[in-house]
């Protein structure tokens, strides 16, 4: 079974009008698994607005473009 992590590095990573669906996917999945917790974990997460996926997105990208998102911030 996969970490809260793994899935939400997973759910950030796709689009977000994809979001919602794709998390109470996993969170089923999860759940069928026995694994109650890591379901209520899931479901919690919170679709990400535009900005803050393009950020993501430009992070995966380049990890030290961190600075300078904080500079812009």
Same mark, same amino acid.
Do not use: C, I
């Given at each position: 079974m996969a970490t809260?992590?793994?899935v939400?590095?997973?759910l950030y990573a796709g689009l977000p009008a994809d979001f919602v669906g794709r998390r109470d996917v996993a969170a089923k999945s999860a759940r069928t698994?026995?694994? /109650?917790v890591l379901?209520?974990?899931i479901a919690a997460l919170r679709r990400p607005t &535009?900005?803050?996926w393009? &950020?993501?997105l430009l992070m /995966?990208?380049?990890?030290d473009l961190g600075?300078? &998102?904080m500079a812009l911030g």
């Open positions: 809260l992590d793994e939400a590095d997973d698994a026995g694994d /109650r379901a209520k974990e &535009v900005s803050a393009l &950020v993501n /995966r990208d380049d990890p600075e300078q &998102v």
